[in-house]
């Protein structure tokens, strides 16, 4: 079970540190006035800070070796 979390966290820093950022689309409701339904689509940027996913990858490591050793 160990093992399983830090192959995931592995595999989750990795890909953080490879891409760094991302970004999705929102929509928001500005007007709901009855019949009038007035959205909009706002585009979000999330950036991954480098050291947490750096992080992420090594605590993943440590939990993979932990796992491995114990059986």
């Known amino acids: 079970m160990i093992r399983i979390a830090g192959i995931v966290l592995l595999v989750a820093g990795l ?3 490879a891409v760094g950022t991302f970004q999705y689309t929102r929509t928001k409701r500005v007007l709901d006035a009855g019949p009038i339904h007035i959205e909009r689509k706002a585009t979000e940027r999330v950036t991954i800070p480098p050291l947490a996913a750096g992080g992420v990858a090594a605590l993943g490591l440590v939990l993979t070796l932990v ?3 114990r059986k």
């Open 15 to 17: 890909i953080g540190l």
């Open 67 to 69: 796992g491995s050793r």
